[in-house]
């Protein structure tokens, strides 16, 4: 076991969060529906410091390898100028593969701390409203509220006080892991790459610590499967009344807009309504808000002008919001640390005087850091300034498109810069015509998704989204959606109902599709994917931009997937957990399978854990939409867990991806704990971060790396008959290396039992011994 | 539309990583290439799934009897025109491609030369400069309608009538 010096101390634990009596632990009689034995119970790892999960992060990367795809040829971080590591070391003697590790562990720390600060933040601010002692109570059906917690700390956390001792253990590890990616530190790729494992569960732990704590003191859906069915898209907003709109991730001064307009009985009178992960929290704290979509939104909704008050909290927000706002007179108010937009703070100024000074234009916008005192502020100038802005909101006309357009040079430099390599100029041209439909294609299923590269690289500065909006405004109207609020975690009785089917392959798989609104082909293929494995009795799980970007999609029938499929834990459920900070319930869940069905003791126990997800929980997440390095922080967290991952191509950016190799057969060996054998494995799952070149390819990747080596011969029938299907569907055979996963003769689906039996004889097949317990641990 | 100095900036200019650059082919020069190499192999990515950019390359593909990769799900449109090759993602073969030990489609050793077509511009950029970093063994060209900067050798940007007359010499001299 490899233990750093912190760790002794780490261990020590202390401090009235770690009250030894009454913790409550769940092993024992978790299969039946009484509630946990009060018993403490100390796993060997309990808040480990990086180097405690070492080995099992060493075991991952011997058999998913780290792949760098470097995006910069150069190292740019010290004094003695760029370092071109092209073939050669920098002067500091980092090597390009080492570079990169520590470029990547950079970004997921960078993600971590924006999970982190926001949890800080919530945390923080909810103790000081309702006290350290306040319960957290997730209600009769979540019994182990915070598996991460629980494993990585060893303990359960019983009040919001608790939960600010997680914080500070995974600051402490945050600040350990930056330190390393300073010049001269650590110079082995791999050992890089165990502490962005190590990044990334922190960043599990501290999107959990968010979520938990705004779901118990905003009383948030506690694992509802029946959360209700909140409105989605840009034609649900009402641009006759006065619209706030609130921008980000911190779902605080969006509970207190609500609160304002809800004791004053306005909800008649105005619009809240938001775009990314604020507007999902905020429509779990009030069904009544508004989802305008996912981030790809803002600027298209922000020219539009439709948004009086524009409210901007932290993450994922366009940084010239407020240069965007002005040109359409909306007034800007911000409200945290993170994001100041160099405004003056007014935080104690009288808010009427800052209702005034914002409609009279006296200053720009605001800076206010009391949630409270924003609740106010936007209600009231929103009502009043609304009234004024009325012609504001408003695009240009077609003859003024038709004006701009005739000023292009056909450079052709939009459609360079177009991440997507949209045709761009094409569109440009067309309108000069006066045919506006290749502009309208590009606002339709967000192909373009408003990044504004095309606007910077314009040499006769055309605001190619404005006209890009105004193009799609006619359709506006029929971007009326619905989506499931975000229901929480999975209760333990889901859980219980369908461990056993996923571990033995008879759900062949848990989806999740979460990540971030850059899509390579518009946000319609996400809803795609996941029609195809609902419809395939998958379960599938969403959060944040993902799970708006599922909503904007119609099937055959006119119905929304949400409209179609329940909100259950349970095969054919489409499950939204809620925001990005929910994506610690996805982790949770499985988590949960392991402690729940297979009673494995969650405290301190981390490397047990995660061997039991990746040798049995069938779970793989898509990331089709990569943006941010929250979503690198995720993954990585994800992927320490046992969880594999598939990006979509803009993923490849990331500049690491981990990749199994099927034909190293020593790779695969496994440890059947049962026997104490090493036995013959599979490549199940093959890769642990992978991505994927279009949307059919990750559809047929996703279901091979749901396969797990304890998959009964009925369970890999259905996983190989998916696998098989898909296959088929869009490359038109059986796949070539499906005797990989055939481990006896009664894994083969029937249907095509023929074909593969040939497959089989041509490839010298033989039987292969199935493991009782596989793991990559030692016995 | 593309003007002389803009031929040889990578179509999506923000993929330049450093000093280094593709080196600028004509057709005859990647024949040459070919020609040179003892165990050349060809990936071919979705966007060549279309007309005639598919017949170009499946014409290349028979006249110099190149062992087949394809990425995505471009597999199906290269075996319904007659071609067989082997599925895998563009960052399974460019994987495969980096282990100097890996025996090749053919199983006769890895390959010295990759002739890239078809793959979505920023993800076949990044699989190149992988191969630039971590695979000194083999050489890269690209035989796209976009000037790929991470590759050893490139076409330019193009229009496509160009391109289509690019792609015929390397089939017909």
Redesign the interface.
Known sequence: MDVAPESKKAKNLKGDFWDLKNIQISIGEIISEEKPQEEEVRGPKPRPHVTDLRSWDMKLLERYEPFYAPFCDMCCLCTYGKCDLLGKKGACGIDAATQQARIVLLACLIGTAAHAGHARHLVDHLIEKLGEDYEIDLGMNVDIEAPITRTVMGRRPRTLGDLREVMDYAEEQTSHLLSACHTGQEGDSRDFESKAFHAGLMDDLVREVADIAQIVALDLPKGDEDAPLVELGFGTIDSEKPVILCIGHNVLPGADIVDYVTERELEDEIEVCGICCAAIDVTRYSEAAKVVGPLSKQLRFIRSGVADVIVVDEQCVRTDVLEEALKNRSAVIATTDKMCLGLTDLTDEDPDKIVNDLINGNIEGALILDPEKVGEVAVKTAMKLAPLRKSLKKLPEVDEIIQMASECTDCGWCQRVCPNSLPVMDAVKSAAEGDLSKLEEMALEELCYTCGRCEQECERNIPIVSMVTKAGERRVKDEKYKIRAGRGPAQDVEIRRVGAPIVLGDIPGVVAFVGCSNYPEGGKDVALMAKEFLERNYIVVTTGCGAMSIGEYRDEDGKTLYEKYGGQFDAKGLVNMGSCVSNAHISGAAIKIANIFAQKPLEGNFEEIADYILNRVGACGVAWGAYSQKAAAIATGVNRWGIPVVLGPHGSKYRRLFLGRADDEDKWKLNDLRTGEVIDGEPAPEHLLYAAENREEATVMVAKLCIRPTDTPKGRQMKLSNYIDLHKKYFGTIPDDIDRFIRTEKDIPIVYKRDIMKILEEKNWKPKKLPKEPSLLER | ??GVNDRIIP????VI????QAMLVTPETAVMMIKKAKRPLMVV??LAKRQPVLEHTVKIIRHWDLPVVS???T??AL??AGVES??H????I???L??PN?EGLRGEGQHDLVIFIG?????AS??L??L???A?HIRTLTICKTFHSNADASFPNMDDDEWFRYLEKMYTD
């Open positions: 539309m593309i179509w999506q200019p923000t990583a450093g000093p280094k990515g979705p990425t995505a799900d597999y199906r075996k319904e082997e599925p993602g563009i960052v399974e460019t994987n495969l980096k282990d890996w793959c979505i511009y920023y993800i990044q699989g400069s992988t630039k970093h971590f000194p």
